[in-house]
Each structure stands twice: as C-alpha cells, then as structure tokens.
C-alpha cells in the first residue's frame, strides 16, 4: 500500500542520503522547539519564549525525537523494520501540524507577521523528514518474525501501552484552549502513526491478537481508572458521560445498520421512548404517572417499551424494500417527537408535559448508593458524573456483548447473508424477515435501556433532544467509525461528541462540516475508519486487489500459514 | 459410467414419490410463463428439465421452492402441501441451486454453507449471547457439518477462501454444498455446469450421482444436452411454458418435437 | 540484537508519553495569573450560560455583553474592594446537553461564585440542579417559566425548589393577565381566540391570559394550537375564522407569529393579532408585513426612552463597542448581573475565597434591592423578580410604538 | 359544510404543493431507484434563488411582471443543485450498496442546510439578509393580497397560484414526457435500463434531465411556498420532502401521475384531519403524525400505493 510520490530513478540515486535528511529534518524540529513560534504572547499558550519549550513547542520536539530515532533506524537499515513508512507518516502530519499552527498564529494575532522563526524552521524540518520518507527503500515487514517475546512480557507491553492511553486522555481532555487541543491532537497522530507505521504498530496488532483476553481486561481497566486522573473534577467527566451514551446507543444502532444492513433513520426515537418511560415513572416533581417503581424494573419497562414500538414499526416496513423503511423510520421519528410534544393535556392525555418535558427527574439511586452524592474512593473525590460514568461503562460493556456474541453466531452469519443477497438467503432457509426485526427490535431495546439512565444522569426530557438530526449524529457515528465494528463505533462517537466540546470556536461550523463529512465518506471510504473486513469487502464490490489482500490477511488471522502454525495462538484466537 | 443402466432401470412404479407439481401454471399480466405443468420425482431419481431459452425452466423452479407464488397449480413436497414462502419450502426439505451464482461472495466457502445449517439450528438472540453450553455444542456441531459437506462436494482445502475469490466452478460446487447444508429431500439444480469445461463437467456429474446415491432426489435444469441425457434417470423438456415431452433420456432425445422446438426456439432473455 | 532495539523504542515511547503527561501547559497556568495585571486584588468570576452560536447567537451574545458591560463598570469604580470579578462565558447552543457540560464546567472552577443566564427555560432545567448544587448563584434574564422558580404545581402550591435561582424577568403568569386586563378594559374586546405554540412560554402566557380573561368576563371564542415547525396556519385560522373572534391573543415568538398575523389577514380575519414579549422585536413587523398594523404587544418595564437609567446603559453599551446589539435581554442581564455584583459587595466583603463566598451570596441575593434598566430589581420568596410594570406596544408604520405603562396589581 | 369546503380548499392548496415536489422524488426514483433524500433542499434552494433574484435585481418592486422572473431565476438555482449535487454526491456510488446514497443524500441535505444559514446573508457580491431565521418573502401583487370570498369559503390568491402552478406542470409534464424525444428516452430507460443503454440512449444524460425535471417543479413549489407564508427559512426542506416523499409512496412512487395524485390525497387528509378528527387528537398539532401514519398504513395495505407503480420489492 505504498504511495510512490518520487520516481525509482531518483529514489535510486538520492536513497542514500534519506537518513541524513531525516536526521537534519529531526534535528530542526528539535530545535524549533527552543525557538519563539509567535510574537504575540497572549495566544496558545505563550509560544513567544525561547529556550523554554511548553506546550506546542514541546509538541514539536517530540516530532524530532521520533524522527531522530527513524532516521537512526533509517541508518542502521534493519531489515525488520520499515522506517520508510513511518517517516512518510510523522513528516507528512509534521507539515499540517506546522502549518496549521502558523496559521492559527497569523489568525489569531492578525497577520502572518506575528509567526516567528520557531514555526519555519519546523516547516522545513517537516518537509526535510517528508522527503526523506519518500526517497529511502520500502522494507516488507512481517512481523511474526519478530523474535517472540515470553507471555508476560507480550501482556506487560498491553499494560504499558493502555497506562500510556490512559495519560493521554487524560493529558488531552484537559486542554481547554481549541487550537492547542486540535494541534496536540494532530502531533498525536503523527508520533503514534510515525512511530506505528515503522511495522511496530504491526506488532502490536500481532501481540493484541495474540493475548485478546489480557487486552480488553486491560481496555476496561483503564476505562474504569479514567475518572480518578480527574481528581474530583466533574468538567471532563461530564463530557465522558455524554460519550458514553452517545457510544451505547450509537453501538445499538449499529447492529441495526452495520449488522442487519437496515438503515434507521428514526434510532433517536427508541432513546427518547426509554427516558421519557424512565422520566414519567421517577419521583420528578413533574412525572404525570403516579407509579414508582425501583429503577430496575424502570429500566426493564422503558427497554420493552423501545422494543415494542421497534416490532410496531419494523414489522410493516420490513417487508418492503430498505429505502422505505429509511423513511418510514424518518417518519416515526418525527411521530415519536410530534406525540412527545404534543401530549400534554391539550391534545391528548398529559403524559409528557408537552414541550416543557420533564424536568427535575432525581439522582439514580441503586442499592442505597446516591448518583448524585460525592463518593470518596482511595482519597480521590468521585462526583456526581463518575458515578453515572461508572453505570454507563457497563452499560456500554453489556451492549458491546450483545453485539459481538450476536454478531458470531447463527444469528450473524443470517444477517450477513441477508446483507449479500437477502433473495438467495431466504431460498437457503434463513428467516430474513424474522432476523431483520430481531435486529431491528434489538437495537431498540438496547436504545430504551440506554435511555432510562440517560433520563437521570440529564436530570430532564424534552422533545427537542430528540429531533432529526440526533439521528443522523447518531447515524454518522457508525458510518465515520466503521460499520459492523465496536471499536469503529468508539472511535466514531468519541470523534463527534468530544470534538464539537473541545473545539467550541468553531462550533457554528460543526453541522456544515458534518454534512460534507457524510458526502465524502461515503465517496471515498464508505466503510469507515475502523470497518469490519466483511462490511468494507461489500463497500468495494469490484476491488478484486482488496478482496485478496483482506482473504491473505484473514487465513494469516487463522494461522493457516502452515510455517506459523503454532498450536498455542490457535487458542488465544479464538 | 456404467450408471446409466442402473438409472434406466430406477425408474418403474412403486417407489415413493417426492416431489409432486399438479397443474402449474404462472401468468405475468398477460404472459403466461408456466402452463399447465405437473411433475413428479421420485426418491433417488435424477430428473431433467430442458427446453429452450425462455421456456420458462427458471420460472418453474421459482414456483416449485416458494420464490413465486404460482397463479394455479399446488405443489406437495412427501405428500404434504408446500406453502409458496421460500422459509418454508426449505424447512420442508426441497433445496435449489441458482443459474446466476448466488453465493455470499463476502463470506468464507465454510460460513456460506454454516448459513445453509441455518433452517436446521435453533439458538436465538437469547442462546447467543449467553453462550451456554447448548449453543456451543449446536455451534461446534454446525461447523463440522459444513466441513464435512466441503469435504463431500471436493472443496476440503478450500474452507477459509472467500467465496468472490474463488474459481467458477468451485463456486457452483460450493452452492450445492449449501444446498445440502439445509438437509433437503430433493435438491433442484438450476444449469450446474453452465461455463465449465468438460473435465469440471464430468466432475458435476459424477457429484450428481453421489448425492443421488446418499437418497436424495435431484432435479437438473441444463441445456448441455449430452450432459443430460447421461445423467437423468427422466427428461422433461418445456417449451412456451408448456410440458412437450416427458420420458427417458432415449424418448426425449429421439422425439422430433423436441428437435424442432430447439431449431425454432426464439432467444428470450430469462432470469430469477 | 533486534529485540533489543524493540524495547528501546518501547522505552523511548513510554518514556516520552510520561514526559508529555507530566509537563503539562505552562501557558494555561500563566493565564489566569496575567489577568490580574500585577494588583493583588482576588479573582471573582461571574459566569454567563447562554447560546452563543447558532440561531439564537443574538441573543446571547446580548446577555453576554450586558453582563460583561456591568462587571467592566464595577471593576472601574472598585465597587467591591479588594477583588477583581472576571466575566467566564459559556455556550449553550440552547441545548440542554451542552448547557448542563457548561454548567458543570463553570462549578468546577472555583472562582466562580454567580451565573448569568440561561435564555431558555429548557435549558435552564438542566442546568439549575448543577449549579444548586454546587450552591452558585443563578440569575436568568429571561426564563419566564413559572415552575423553575415555584415548581412544578406553580399555580396550586407553589414550592421552592432550586434556592440558587433568580430572574429578573416577569412570568408568563403576570404578562398573561396584563394583556388579558389591557383587551378586555381598555381596547374594550369581548371575543377573542387564543393561539399558542405549545412551548413553555407561549402556553403559560395563554393559559394566563385565559384565566384573567374569563373572570373580567369575557369570551374566549376558540382556542387553538400550531406547531412552530409550521409554516402554513391556513387550516388553524380556517377553523378559527367561523367563530368571529375581535382580536387573537397569541402565545409565542415572532418566528411564527409574524407570518401567522399575515396569513390571518390575508385569509380575510382583519383583527388585530397580541402577544406577550416574545413577539416584541422588529423582526415581527417585517415577517407580519404591511398588515400588521394594530398588532400588540406587551413587554416588561416601562419603555426605555422613559428611564434615565436605560439611556445610561444603551449609552454605555454602544460607547463598550460590543460588535452585537444587546437585544431583547440585554437590559435584563445587565440588571442581573448588578444584582450579583451588589449581593457580591456583601459576601465577597470579608470572604477569603470565591468559592467560600457562594453560599454568602445566595443569602444575599434575596435581600437585593435597587433601580435598575428595566425598573426595580428585587426579589421575591421564590427568587421572582418583584418588578411589575408593564407596557403595551402597538405596530405603528413599521414600529413599535408605546401605548400604555402601567403597575400590574 | 362551509367548515367542509373550506379546508378542502386548503388540502387542494397543500396538496398541490406536495404533489410538485413529490413529482422530483418519483421521476429520480423511477429511473435509477434512488430515494433522493435531499429533494427537499431543492425545493428550499428554489425558494431562495426566486427571493435573491428579487433582491438582485428587482428589489422593493412588487409588480406581477416580476414574477417571471423570479421563477427563472428559482428555476435555474434549483436545477444548478441539483444537478451538481448528482454528479458529485449519487453518480460515483451508483453501483454501491443501497445505504451509501442515502447517507450521502443526509450529508448532501444537512450540508445545503447549514450553507444556506451560515452564508446566504455573506455572500460578497449582494446584500442579503441573514438566514439564519426566516426571511420575509416579497408579497407580488395580484397573487397575494385580500383573498376572494366564495360565500363562506376564502380563497387566498397564493393558492390560486399554486394550483394554477400545479396544472400548468402537470399539462407541461405530460408534454414532455410523452411527446418529446427525450422524455420518451426517459420513459424507457425507466422500463428497462440495460436495454436503453443498447438503444443508443444515453443513460447518464436521461438521469440528469430526471433530475432537472424535477428540481424545475420543486422550484416553481419553493415560490408558491414563499407566496403563501410570506417568509421562507432554511428549514423548509426538510419538513415539506418528508411528506412529499409521503405523497410519492401513497400515489405509488416512480409513477409520475401517481405523485400527483398522491400529493393531492394528502393534502386534503391533512386539512380534513385538523377540522374533523373530533377529540384532542384532532387540530392541527396531530396533522403531521396522521400523514406519517397514512404512510405506514399505505405501506402495510398497498406498497405499490394508489395508482400502481413498479415492483417495489428490491432488496
């Protein structure tokens, strides 16, 4: 998959100078960072100082250090490694972080005048390491001939890595100022992708396959772990918990749209019917059903609620093609909003206050533990959303279960088929429509559970929190992550819940962006970031290249390359 | 192939009736594709169907597993009737083949025909994600057993290609193993050897004949006719939707009729 | 040998992360300190919740100015000695969601002590148990719903629930009755429809209005919902029109009722079409059209052009070379945001830090008191404003024009 | 029985709204089967082009000759779009899997949305007003003004026009479709593609004359809509092709007179349901969830809808 920019005849005679030029390009980087990037000193932080790095300036010496390690690799020319790539990479993102912070330089400070010396010389760095990527040899990595490291060893490195991510978030959430937290976040993606790219991030890959279990005991830790880095602070973990709904029902829907092949386009309506269930039965002020029940069996009403109206829906619209069962989700999600607002006494029964919602639902409290009460554990303060964070973690664990467990089973290898060909599945004795609305009535239960606690950890329901667009963000968190995928759908909704909150400058911008994000999407890489194999083959129907590479790639998966065929990994597969 | 002999001889009275079509008739708008046909396939009997292009084989197969519904006719699957809902052909025990490939191209040779299991396993949502040792055992038992149909229809090696990457006649064979995953009575193969040579035809062939002789019933639709004269116990020929002829291979390649229908017969278009 | 290699990288990249991690911004740091400009005077911040981007930007750019006005002016006369108040302001994008992230940003920050905001009541339910919470004190220049101030039985037994929150805006309960008083006495109309949006607002000022209304004796001759999402009223005012109504009494905001006063017209119903201050805004008259004349309006406080103190702020705020008008909540916000600054005077006076004032300044805003833009500003036992004064305005050519102030008893 | 006459003025009105924009879903989809999603904005996009004409170049004059003109210039913003937006958002995925223009179409949708907030009142070479909530729509005389009085029964002039609108499209419609070379092309391309394609038809071309065709009538739908609610916004799509899409399916979509008709049936089921619907879930706020339930029950009773179409069934 390497992109040769530079023909072979020049690589050929200016290759050997790659390593040198990727040594002045880290170099330059390195010492950009001692130089003053801006003359204004009240902007990003203070970029005007020289000789004492902070912030962005510390970025970019950590661009140097990388590419001052690559270009010693480059030198020392391993034949097990591929620093080609990862200097392509970490120059390439090194030129867009350089000119993007000149820019926010000039913009900010009104003038390109105000960029001083610090940014340039990182500029020609960057281009120097670009260069140098581009014009030294390709090494074909296999990294299951890396020497094999001992068990442990392999599951240390997973714990390392994870305490390295949970730093990282916790470094990058707080940032508050947008421009530094987008420039970190490009700086993170060159340094991990420079550094990756080499063939490491291969190996990685390879350890991850190898030791599954260890690395998502780890994945949860670190998850559980994160709202101690925030040392009682509630701004960051409010927004965590925002994700984390946003991630559960998105993951929901994503078994409708990624697994079954169905687009919905009314999802929001199965979160909405769950908190207004959760809503009208809670001691709110406000509830109009006199019923209290504890909030177990809440969450058991307002998830078959969701999951009844799932079946009343699909089951008409499942029959006909999928196109009408896009609008006709459209059009119960505007049902669903409509009868929100409306049934408030005036027309219809009052059950949901009309426009006004319902407000002022309590804290959740569950075995004589108070979400609303700060909890001190091991001397850090936990408030009030890390106790909701805590619920929801779970929640999303419990959804991500269904959906893998679903997805490997009977009832996957049926939506698949139905997904390829739902004529030839139906003549092959799967139960198409039945599986659909399996799908369809599943997503919304998980939807409606995901709702009950919404309800609370919001405090209140009103029927423009669930409009239209809500789905479509929804919708755009399986696209933009990868269909059919878990960890797409993190990626996706972390991307559309933590971006809009970080980058609030910008934020006017944030629906325009998104509706171009969609057009090119589905223009140039319809299967998303993070998409399953499967759903990126069916994307790309005619790439005969693509289905031979993701085929090599899966019998490597199934160690059925007789040379690697080793008994003990068979196991840790599966 | 000495099996021809013994397939002669099959074909007397008495033996059980599979499959029975009683008046088949299929009209789109006007157009009448399926007139007034009746079939009957016996256990362990190799039956043909030919006709030329536009005769309305296709059609038929599609009303005998469900695909349409016919305007009249019934058809009885062991006596009992079969509802026009393809779920419920197959559940009954009557499986097919399609004459455009319709394989799951993006799933492996082993999952297409897992999916065949399909109608024959039971584990629900519920089964499936709590795991208990009923759906493991069901799972393990579904993954054997399309193993085993590999391995039967010759494509043992070939467990974890992708369906899209492997070659034409691997496919064709592939959909067959499929078709046996559902556990049919008959099995309804739609142009089995359309675009292969002659070695991988004498190979369909020869499968043909080993799935016949495990006690299924097997109807063929093929315009090879060499191929079909060899391997039917029984030949149908259709032509404009209608039933022209029906006996052994001898009687139907030697009927005039026959012979004209295929000079005159106009080249019409027909597909699922 | 390689598999050496492989654990320095590993290293170099571990090594490096924690650096990264540990380090931190300086320049985030060096922020706060420079704002104090070398006084050793103590930081108080006076937080604003408001949509500051999207449709109703506006509007919250005005409030934000308006509170940022007042603070700059108390600053300069050092009318709290000894403390500096600093303006933090928060988008809401009028979504409960973001308002309650806003919110919960603000009470994390231990400078802060008071809030201005939010411009809606939906949003403003989401963010009164965060900040109750954390026991800052909330001033709304523009929440008119009754029940965040008395609960949700507001009209039988109305209770107390956020101790926290303040508005120095009326409710929908005393604007209704005014109009309904003004119709009904003076413009001497004894039949009339009602139409509301269904909305918090326009609801509460329609069921208001019917109540007063009803009891002076007059009709209400039909009764009416639309959905703001509409843009074609022509099957509501069909059903209205047969019913002979002498004016319409409508609930709600100029987006739809300037087109809904124009499809009225042009349906052929010519009675003059009233609302509360939510229709009160120029863009009214230029979707209502040339036959909006004679459209009402009532607005709290007596019009600007009557106070000094008003001149005082327009003048000030246009001198401030805000880049945004102060709108239809400006000269409430700027009360607001006094009336924070003179509860502040006593809390903050012998407080050591912000966050250990707030509680002080909850107590104290209750006992606030003095002549602001719109009238008197004080507060009642559920934190209301206690400012009663209203006017009537009517569309005259293309503008609004005063036509009765009065006292609402 | 007034009460009666009345609102079937207005579902006339409605419905022939309706019917002019569901016309652009229906010609779309039955050429290529592609629900085009952003329609809606097209008839939006109409609207706006006719009030910038106005502003351009006839700002303050209200003279009915100015009407014309306005059309053409609504006319020529809503076929530009759509056009552009075939060739760049449809035309690369047309042998994709089904979702991938529809959440195309979404992201297209959203994105002249928010285009038209953000930068109908910046753009550089005219002094627009901002967009970013509604825009007063200029009131052309002899179409609005004083509404005629049929006994009980008002009728406004906008609908008069907009009905008017409606049959003289219809009449031009059925001109072009059976008459013409290019909408005979357009007839068999949607009978059988492959075939057209042999005939020496040009495929691509007859699809983005479906789509002209259809943007024209959303166009001439996007002032009708100014003219009868006196303002416009960037909203209006989405609400207006929701239920345009609903006339489609009921009318049987990919059949042109089914649109029609379809629009027609809904609208005065609407205006039918606001006045007769007795209880509290009549009125008006209930009108959109009744056209969205006659959507599903259509779907459920009669997929192929009120006049018949094409098999629906594609998986």
């Known amino acids: ?574 | 192939m000495t099996v021809t002999d013994t397939a002669t001889t099959g074909h007397e009275a008495g033996r059980v009736t599979v499959l029975e079509a009683s008046s088949v008739t299929m009209r789109f708008g006007g157009l009448t594709a399926v007139d007034d046909v009746s079939m009957r396939v016996h256990e362990g009997e190799i039956v043909g169907l030919i006709g030329p292009n536009g005769a309305g084989k296709t059609t038929f197969f599609n009303c005998l597993t469900g695909m349409y519904v016919p305007t009249e006719g019934t058809v009885t699957l062991k006596g009992a009737i079969l509802p026009p809902k393809p779920l419920k052909v197959v559940r009954a025990g009557m499986a097919r083949t399609f004459q455009n490939i319709r394989l799951f191209g993006n799933m492996t040779a082993l999952e297409n025909v897992m999916v065949g299991r399909y109608c024959r396993t039971s584990s629900m949502a519920l089964t499936s994600i709590l795991r208990g040792p009923k759906f493991k055992r069901e799972e393990a038992a579904t993954r054997e057993r399309a193993q085993e149909l590999l391995d039967y229809v010759g494509l043992g090696r070939s467990t974890e290609l992708l369906a899209r990457n492997m070659p034409y006649g691997d496919q064709r064979r592939l959909e067959i193993a499929r078709a046996l995953a559902t556990d049919p009575q008959i099995l309804l193969l739609d142009e089995p050897t359309a675009g292969m040579n002659p070695r991988e035809t004498e190979e369909t062939m020869g499968l043909i004949f080993k799935i016949r002789e495990g006690g299924l019933a097997v109807v063929v639709i093929e315009h090879d006719m060499r191929f079909i004269f060899n391997l039917c116990d029984r030949v149908l020929c259709l032509v404009r939707g209608s039933l022209l002829v029906e006996g052994t291979p001898d009687q139907v390649q030697s009927d005039h009729r026959v012979i004209e229908a295929y000079i005159g017969g106009d080249d019409e278009e027909e597909s699922v | ?409 | ?315």
């Not at chain 3, 309960?173 to 309904?180: D, E, K």
């Not at chain 3, 019917?210 to 639309?226: M, N, P, R, S, W």
């Open chain 1, 1 to 574: 998959m390497s992109r040769r920019i530079l023909p072979d005849s020049v690589r050929a005679t200016h290759g050997p100078k790659a390593p040198w030029l990727a040594l002045a390009g880290g170099i330059l980087f390195l010492l950009s960072g001692l130089l003053s990037w801006s003359y204004d000193d009240r902007i990003l932080g203070d970029l005007s100082i020289r000789f004492y790095p902070a912030g962005i300036q510390l970025y970019a010496m950590l661009f140097g250090v990388i590419g001052v390690i690559l270009a010693v690799l480059l030198l020392r020319r391993p034949p097990w490694l591929s620093p080609a790539r990862g200097l392509r990479i970490l120059g390439t993102t090194g030129i867009v972080f350089v000119v993007w912070i000149i820019a926010s330089v000039a913009y900010q400070s009104g003038g390109l005048i105000n960029a001083n010396e610090g940014g340039w010389v990182a500029l020609v760095g960057a281009v120097l390491l670009t260069l140098a990527g581009h014009l030294s040899p390709e090494v074909d990595i296999d990294v299951r001939r890396w020497p094999r490291l001992s068990s442990t060893l392999e599951i240390v490195i997973i714990v390392v890595l994870m305490a390295i991510l949970l730093f990282t978030v916790a470094y990058t959430l707080d940032i508050q100022d947008g421009v530094i937290f987008a420039s970190f976040l490009i700086a993170l993606i060159g340094l991990a992708g420079g550094l990756l790219g080499t063939g490491f991030g291969g190996y990685l890959g390879f350890i991850g396959a190898n030791n599954r279990r260890p690395l998502l005991l780890a994945a949860f830790l670190v998850a559980f772990l994160f709202p101690f880095t925030q040392d009682g602070s509630d701004a960051n973990m409010s927004i965590a918990t925002q994700v984390l709904i946003f991630a559960t029902t998105a993951l929901g829907l994503n078994i409708v749209v990624g697994l079954a092949g169905l687009l919905d386009l009314g999802y929001i309506a199965f979160l909405g019917t769950g908190a207004y269930v959760a809503a009208m039965l809670s001691s709110s002020g406000f509830a109009t059903i006199g019923w209290k029940p504890p909030f177990v069996v809440v969450m058991l009403i307002g998830a078959a609620t969701a999951a009844t109206f799932g079946l009343i829906i699909g089951s008409p619209t499942l029959r006909v093609s999928g196109d009408y069962l896009a609008i006709v989700t459209l059009g119960f999600g505007e049902i669903f909003r409509l009868a929100m607002f409306n049934l408030d006494g005036n027309n219809g029964p009052d059950l949901t206050n009309g426009p006004n919602g319902i407000p002022a639902i309590p804290d959740l409290e569950l075995l004589g533990f108070d979400f609303g009460e700060v909890h001190t554990v091991a001397g850090i303060p936990l408030g009030r959303f890390s106790n909701y964070y805590f619920v929801l973690l779970l929640l999303l664990m419990f959804v991500m279960l269904v959906f893998t467990r679903l997805n490997n089973s009977r009832i996957g290898r049926g939506w698949v088929a139905i997904r390829e060909d739902e004529r030839a599945a139906e003549a092959m004795g799967v139960n198409t429509f039945g599986l659909k609305l399996l799908a369809f009535s599943v997503g919304a239960f998980l939807a409606g559970l995901a709702g009950t606690i919404k309800a609370h950890q919001d405090t209140s329901v009103s029927p423009d929190q669930y409009v239209f667009l809500e789905s479509a963000f929804l919708l755009s968190a399986v696209v933009l992550g990868g269909m059919g995928t878990v960890v797409g759908v993190l990626v996706g909704a972390t991307i559309l819940k933590l971006l809009p909150e970080k980058l609030r400058e910008v934020n006017d911008y944030r629906l325009l962006v998104f509706g171009l994000l969609l057009v090119v999407m589905m223009r140039f890489r319809p299967e998303g970031l993070v998409p399953s194999k499967r759903r990126q083959l069916e994307f790309h129907e005619e790439d005969q290249e693509l289905s031979e590479l993701l085929q090599a790639e899966h019998l490597q998966a199934e160690h059925l390359d007789p040379e690697q065929l080793e008994p003990e990994h068979l196991q840790g597969a599966k």
């Open chain 4, 1 to 315: 029985m007034d009460a009666f006459a009345q609102q079937l003025v207005n579902g006339l009105t409605l419905g022939s709204l309706y019917a002019l924009i569901a016309v652009g879903y229906t010609v779309v989809y039955g050429i290529i089967q592609l629900i085009n999603f952003a329609h809606g904005e097209i008839f939006m996009i109409g609207a706006f082009g006719a009030l910038s004409t106005w502003l351009i170049f006839f700002d303050g004059n209200l003279a009915l000759w100015v009407l014309p003109f306005m059309i053409l210039g609504a006319i020529l913003a809503s076929v530009t779009t759509a056009v552009l937006m075939e060739r760049i958002a449809y035309r690369p995925l047309r042998h994709a899997p089904r979702l991938a223009p529809l959440i195309s179409a979404i992201g297209i949708s959203i994105f002249l949305q928010e285009a038209v907030r953000l930068f109908y009142g910046s753009v550089p070479f005219a002094d627009f007003p901002d967009a970013k909530q509604r825009v007063p729509f200029p009131q052309i005389e002899v179409v609005t003004g004083p509404a005629f009085q049929l006994g009980n029964v008002t009728i406004q002039r906008s609908a008069l026009f907009t009905i008017g609108a409606l049959i003289m499209c219809a009449a031009g419609l059925w001109y072009f479709v059976n008459l013409t070379k290019t909408g005979r092309a357009m007839q068999a391309v949607s009978q059988d593609p492959d075939t057209a394609r042999l005939m020496g038809i040009n495929v691509n071309r007859i699809i983005v004359v479906a789509f002209a065709v259809g943007a024209t009538l959303a166009a001439i739908a996007g002032i009708a809509q100014g003219l009868q609610v006196t303002n416009i916004n960037f909203r209006m799509g989405f609400l207006a092709g929701l239920k345009a899409f609903t006339a489609a399916v009921l009318g049987g979509i990919g059949n042109v007179w089914g649109a029609v008709v379809g629009g027609l049936t809904l609208g005065i089921v609407e205006a039918m349901a606001v006045q007769f619907i007795p209880g509290t879930f009549g009125g008006s706020p209930w009108k959109d969830v009744w056209a969205f339930a006659l959507l599903i029950i259509v779907l459920v009773f009669r997929p192929q809808g009120i006049l018949g179409a094409r098999v629906v069934d594609r998986a």
């Open chain 3, 1 to 409: 040998m390689p598999q050496r290699s492989v654990v320095a990288v590993g290293a170099s990249l571990l090594v490096a992360s924690l650096a990264l991690a540990g380090c931190g911004t300086r320049g985030g740091e060096d922020e706060g300190d420079t704002g104090g400009a070398g006084s050793e005077n103590k930081v108080a911040k006076i937080g604003v919740i408001a949509p500051l981007s999207g449709d109703l930007a506006a509007l919250g750019k005005g409030i934000s100015n308006s509170v940022d006005l007042a603070l700059k002016q108390a600053n300069e006369s050092q009318a709290i000695p000894g403390w500096t108040l600093e303006l933090a302001a928060e988008d809401d994008q009028a979504t409960p969601d973001v308002g309650k992230n806003a919110a919960t940003k603000l009470a994390s920050d231990k400078d802060v002590v008071a809030v201005v905001g939010t411009l809606n009541s939906s949003v403003a339910q989401s963010v009164q148990p965060v900040l109750a919470a954390a026991n800052i004190t909330q001033v709304s220049p523009a929440n008119t719903n009754p029940a965040l101030t008395q609960g949700a039985n507001f009209a039988t037994a109305p209770e107390r629930t956020y101790p926290t929150y303040f508005r120095t805006c009326t409710t929908d309960s005393i604007q209704g009755p005014f109009a309904a008083r003004y119709l009904f006495e003076k413009a001497g109309i004894k039949e009339i429809a009602t139409v509301h949006d269904k909305k918090t607002y326009g609801q509460g000022l329609v069921d208001a209005f019917t109540q007063e209304y009803t009891k002076l004796g007059g009709k209400i001759v039909a009764a009416e919902t639309i959905n703001p999402d509409d843009d074609k009223y022509d099957a509501v005012i069909s059903k209205i029109k047969p019913s002979n109504p002498k004016a319409v009494y409508y609930g709600g905001e100029y987006p739809q009722a300037g087109p809904f006063s124009q499809q009225m017209k042009a349906a052929g119903l010519n009675v003059p079409l009233m609302g509360g201050d939510g229709i009160y805004s120029g863009e009214f008259i230029k979707l209502a059209g040339a036959t909006s004349n004679g459209d009402l309006a009532t607005a709290i406080g007596a019009p600007t052009e009557e106070l000094a103190s008003a001149k005082a702020f327009v003048e000030a705020y246009e001198a401030g070379g805000y880049a945004d008008p102060y709108e239809a909540y400006g000269a409430y916000s700027y009360d607001a945001a006094n009336a924070i600054i003179n509860a502040l005077k006593v809390s903050l006076a012998d407080a050591d830090s912000a966050e250990a004032a707030r509680q002080a300044t909850v107590e104290a805003m209750s006992k606030v008191s003095f002549d602001g833009v719109t009238g008197k500003v004080a507060f009642d036992e559920y934190g209301d404003t206690t400012s009663r004064v209203l006017t009537v305005y009517g569309v005259e050519g293309d503008a609004w024009k005063p036509v009765s102030t009065e006292e609402f008893k």
